[in-house]
């Protein structure tokens, strides 16, 4: 009977969170300008890469291709210790044109031992930047053609001090079930985002698509005090930006600014990707976003001991089948509108069969998270 009741609260705080994100995402829209007022603010966009010599061409030929005036805007990648010619096809691309490559290299010392190497390589380039805002975005990511003035629009109300950005994935044409759920997974987190930020609960975002004023980021102190952790440059600065800055976090939510990143290339490194995310859920400040991280794990897992409990009980299997599908249904609730925004109504089709999978994915996930490793580019972090 405990076990029921423990169930039925957990599902029912689900549902109210489901419901929630509905809300959110349906009501939300992010004040947007004219395209340039008198006082057009320059905008540098920064790329570290590491290892990327078959990628960053088609990244920077795509913000390059942006119908945005070139006075407005810079390029910097930043290498990170690339073992390829990153460096050399970035220089070649961006030579005579408004952009540079620096390394990371030159601005350490030889003795010099880091643990988040990203952060780092961002730091530096920040520093050198000369725009008044930074977008970040990652050497494997394609820009749309109005990229640059979605996000110069958003730039423009005074209030704002951080930008969190979509992201979708290139379309892939030899579509497998890896890729339909981590298509889904992905656009599901990309509307929690969103949801999250307009209902000022537990912000999240994304580093392949986000934009904060520098002045902002030096006046929290950059990465200071989470310099230590290998990843998170997003997230972690995103709320230590909010500290400040509570009103300050908005979500771009238009299709124009939709930045696609490659997906994973097999289940291994989909797992190690999501493992590397993970890794920093219990290093947030934000209570919120704790409380809310601990919900949907704790929902999962007590599914996951239902379908092991049912085994041994047979009448747990009517509780098991009507938990998961009322979880279908208040999730699809929220994901239609989602599926519809994204152009990914046609793959929701695939979302309740992939509903086993995703449940054992989230467990383990979380849990790989806190007491596991990744690799990372040739890197390993525990």
Known sequence: MIFIIITILLFLSYAILMLVYRRGWIRYSMPLHETFPNSAQKISIIIPARNEADNIGKC????????????????????????????????????????????????????????????????????????????????????????????????????????????????????NWLYYFQSLDFMTMQGITAASIANNMGNMCNGAN???????????????????????????????????????IYYLKSEQAIVETPVQANWKAFLNQRIRWSSKADKYNDKKLTAVLAL?????????????????????????????????IVELLFLIPVAKFYGKSNEMIYFTVLQPIHILYIVMAGFLGKFGKYDWKGRTVK
């Open 60 to 175: 920077l030929h795509s913000i390059l291709s942006n119908e945005f005036p070139a006075a407005y805007f810079e390029i910097i990648v930043i290498d990170d210790f690339s073992e390829d010619e990153t460096a050399s096809v970035a220089g070649k691309i961006l030579n005579n044109k408004n952009g540079r490559v620096i390394a990371l290299k030159d601005y350490l010392s030889k003795d010099e031992r880091i643990n988040a190497y990203k952060k780092k390589a961002l730091e530096i380039a920040i520093i050198i930047a000369s725009g008044d805002w930074i977008i970040t975005t990652d050497a494997d990511c394609i820009a749309p053609k109005n990229w640059l003035k979605q996000m110069h629009r958003a730039m423009q109300n005074e209030h704002t001090q951080f930008i969190a950005a979509p992201v979708s994935f290139i379309p892939f044409s030899r579509r």
């Open 296 to 328: 949907v794990y704790l929902f999962n897992f007590n599914i996951l001991v239902l379908v092991i409990a049912s085994v041994w009980n047979y009448n747990l299997v009517f509780l098991l089948f009507g938990t998961v599908f009322a979880k279908v």
């Open 210 to 248: 986000l934009a904060f004023r520098k002045s902002a980021f030096n006046e929290v102190g950059g990465y200071k005090d989470i310099d230590h952790i290998a990843s998170g440059d997003d997230m972690l600065l995103m709320h230590k930006i909010q500290s400040k800055y509570p009103d300050g």
